[in-house]
């Protein structure tokens, strides 16, 4: 069964950096895009970028240019997203889904709890 | 960017009652419209893809309508389980966007 499997809750403080892992099964890591869509205390759902784990082309929300780098290790069936000079207002939950080229999000990590704090 | 407009935000509804949630687009995205459904502290989970067509493992009761601009989701004979704040979710240009969210509450 398909499954991704997020790395665990941080803390950081306001201009340091996190880099979120998603580690992909169950299915061929390299046939699928990897998304990721974040999600503000008591708020909606933000697109964030996305990712093709064939060739590695990426495609970035505007508002995250020059602070975010979506990556993948094909080796390991894993993603990742970095995003650094944090602000306050970058704590959310931070999901991975696995995202066909240019279509839906069909599986969803479990989630990563990024808090922004001094 | 293509801004998607959920309404209602809130809808309380009694069971076995009809839910309609509508989603329009700034502009005209064909059947790229997507459906999520997001329990509280759970992931989302894709419940229609394409406006209408069905999820393996999704109930019965859950379809989607529409094309262009406008769509609907329509939760028949609501069930306990599916209180939850519904997305939709556009991928026909990018940046691919979210609707607002509607939160459906059981009476």
């Known amino acids: 069964q398909v499954q991704l499997v997020q790395s665990g809750a941080e803390v950081k403080k306001p201009g340091a950096s996190v880099k979120v892992s998603c580690k992909a099964s169950g299915y061929t890591f390299t046939s699928y895009g990897i998304s990721w869509v974040r999600q503000a205390p008591g708020q909606g759902l933000e697109w964030m970028g996305w990712i093709s784990a064939y060739n590695g082309n990426t495609n970035y929300a505007q508002k995250l240019q020059g602070r975010v780098t979506m990556t993948t290790d094909t080796s390991t069936s894993t993603a990742y997203m970095e995003l650094r000079s944090l602000r306050s207002d970058d704590t959310a939950v931070y999901y991975c889904a696995r995202a066909p080229v240019y279509a839906y999000f069909d599986y969803w990590g479990q989630g990563t709890l990024v808090t922004v704090s001094s | 960017e293509i801004v998607l407009t959920q309404s209602p935000d809130f809808q309380s509804v009694t069971p076995k009652e009809k839910v309609t949630i509508t989603c329009r687009a700034s502009q005209s995205i064909g059947s790229s419209l997507h459906w999520y459904q997001q329990k509280p502290d759970q992931s989302p989970k894709l419940l229609i893809k394409y406006a209408s067509q069905s999820i393996s493992g999704v109930p019965s009761r859950f379809s989607g309508s529409g094309s262009g601009t406008d769509f609907t989701l329509t939760i028949n004979s609501l069930e306990a389980e599916d209180a939850a704040t519904y997305y939709c979710?556009?991928?026909?240009?990018?940046?691919?966007?979210f609707g607002q969210g509607t939160k459906v509450e059981i009476k």
């Open positions: 979710h556009q991928s026909s240009s990018l940046p691919w966007t």
